[in-house]
């Protein structure tokens, strides 16, 4: 089991930058791929961004391909999200995700195959 708490939410104002990191506890995080799961209140939410357990390997939702990196650092047990170029739509909550996995390259873009969340943590951007 591994419990992951997110950090690095707030306000921004749109053309701005953001970093989210998330840090993991319990279990090692090297043994689970990673994402961020975002979600608009009302909205089903999609996975933006996720990278597999060795960090070399990632992939992101066609709206933010460009804007958003997602990188990893295994011995400091901590996944980040760096999201450039914010706009109004990126206004959301951001949830950190570890999908179990014996497969070191695989990525997860699917919230089903996630096995544990962190709380959230909420990125407003202004106009």
């Known amino acids: 089991q591994v419990q992951l708490v997110e950090l690095g939410g707030g306000g921004v104002q749109a053309g701005g930058s953001r970093r989210l990191l998330c840090a993991a506890s319990?279990?090692?995080?090297?043994?689970?791929?990673m994402g961020w799961f975002r979600q608009v209140r009302g909205n089903e939410g999609e996975v933006p961004a996720g990278?597999?357990?060795?960090?070399?390997?990632?992939d992101y939702a066609d709206s933010v391909k460009g804007r958003f990196t997602i990188f990893r650092d295994n011995a400091k047990h901590t996944v980040y999200l760096q999201i450039n170029s914010l706009k109004p739509e990126d206004t959301a909550v951001y949830y950190c995700?570890?999908?179990?996995?014996?497969?070191?390259?695989?990525?997860?873009?699917?919230?089903?195959?996630?096995?544990?969340w962190g709380q959230g943590t909420q990125v407003t951007v202004s106009s």
């Open positions: 995700a570890a999908a179990y996995t014996v497969l070191v390259h695989v990525v997860a873009r699917d919230s089903k195959r996630y096995d544990y």
């Open positions: 319990g279990r090692s995080c090297s043994t689970y791929a």
């Open positions: 990278i597999g357990r060795s960090g070399s390997s990632t």
